[in-house]
């Protein structure tokens, strides 16, 4: 239980639901969430490695099923050779000029994924992992003030692993919540984030861990690091953010009395499942629609922290490094999947290669889902870009056309 001053409480504005205080409005924040829309989007690939975005990174291990995510790839070049390839690939993947771009394109928001291992406090010399990804955040900060856009830092991997995906740093075994350790390393990579940066006026929010397995993960022990770590930040002047853990977005409605400038992420694709990916694009936009309807549910400020265009699974190594795509039946991981359509041109591309047909089904459904999300907090887009995934590449889909360069004054808006 956290304990503030009557001052303070009398300060906030509180919102209630069943007459539980679940969201209360600090003036000190750098963005009026709940207010304003976010409009923003991930500057995936970039601090935390995944194959599908930059799969030049691990093309020479792609049939060899030893390097599969950045541990493996760290542990297979050593610590010298790991240190050469990422930091050209920090220094050149996302520089000033994409924030510029950003920018123009008008967004307020860049999310940007970090890992346990790239903040001192919380890196284990012991891991394969390379160092030097945090002093490039301390100058995306800069960069995103220069452009006038806000940074949502988010801990995207943690000791253990949250939920066993590559983009967690280490694809397998789900354990973080089985060593008490990991969860304090957690606690230490947010504190340090608060101590160096929480006055920096770019960093408007910082998000506990990213997309916790709650299938997988003592929950108990999930919760109990959401409220430490609420009240390590509380007095940080940042939105503090938390998954919703795949329990959906009304699953936290009754957690969260006595705190504030809580911030709900929720996750919507609708390409994981053979169903989802049967859909047609009438289905899909329906689909979208009824999970914004979802969101307003949510009793705390709700964003859509991550989303896509893409109505299949195709883009090269979405499912993991060698893994193939359940929309065209090359996906063979567990009992594998049976052919639905074509990855010709989405597999990899350009957005200028899609066939039309395409674009026009992608155009329409990020035109839902932005109205969709828009009715809670906002959205946060997957991925500003890629090196060759067409269905999911935000810089380019933009100059193209398919999505609106000004989403806050978009057509029917």
């Known amino acids: 239980m956290f304990v503030f001053s009557a001052i303070a409480a009398l300060s906030l504005f509180v919102v209630s639901v069943n007459g539980i205080p679940v969201e209360r409005r600090d003036d000190t924040l750098k963005f009026a969430y709940g207010s304003d829309k976010v409009r923003g989007v991930n500057l995936g690939g970039w601090f935390v490695l995944e194959p599908w975005i930059t799969p030049s990174i691990f093309q020479q291990w792609a049939d060899s099923g030893t390097v599969v995510d950045e541990w493996t790839l760290t542990a297979t070049l050593g610590k010298d050779a790991a240190s050469k390839t990422l930091s050209a690939h920090w220094d050149s993947w996302i520089t000033e000029d994409d924030f510029r771009q950003i920018s123009e394109n008008n967004l307020n928001h860049v999310r940007i994924p970090i890992g346990y291992w790239s903040i001192p406090k919380s890196n284990d010399p012991s891991d394969p992992y390379v160092m030097g990804a945090y002093d490039r955040f301390g100058k995306a900060l800069d960069w995103a003030q220069k452009y006038n856009i806000k940074v949502l830092v988010d801990l995207h991997g943690v000791q253990g692993s949250q939920n066993g995906f590559d983009n967690s740093g280490h694809k397998g075994t789900i354990g973080w919540t089985s060593n008490d350790g990991f969860i304090t390393n957690a606690k230490d990579a947010l504190n340090q984030i608060r101590d160096d940066y929480q006055d920096h006026p770019a960093l408007a929010a910082i998000e506990l861990v990213n997309e916790p397995m709650s299938s997988n993960l003592d929950m108990n022990k999930v919760t109990q690091f959401y409220d430490d770590s609420w009240g390590n930040l509380q007095n940080s002047h940042v939105a503090i953010t938390f998954h919703e853990a795949f329990k959906g977005v009304t699953a936290w409605n009754n957690w969260g009395a006595g705190m504030w400038n809580l911030l709900e992420d929720t996750h919507h694709y609708e390409i994981f499942d053979s ?139």
């Open 275 to 413: 169903g989802e990916l049967g859909m047609d694009p009438a289905a899909h936009t329906s689909s979208a629609c009824s999970f914004g309807n979802q969101m307003t549910g949510s009793n705390k400020w709700t964003i859509a922290g991550e989303w896509t265009g893409a109505q299949t699974d195709c883009a090269k190594w979405l499912n993991g490094l060698g893994v193939g795509a359940r929309y065209d039946g090359t996906y063979t991981i567990n009992g594998g999947s049976s052919k639905i359509g074509d990855c010709t041109g989405k597999d990899v591309g350009t957005v200028q290669g899609l066939m039309q047909a395409d674009k026009d089904n992608i155009q329409t459904f990020i035109a839902a889902q932005l109205d969709a999300y828009e009715k809670a907090a906002g959205w946060i887009w997957w991925t500003w870009k890629t090196e060759s995934a067409p269905e999911w590449h935000l810089q380019n889909l933009t100059a193209a056309g398919l999505f609106p360069k000004d989403p806050a004054n978009r057509p029917g808006e």
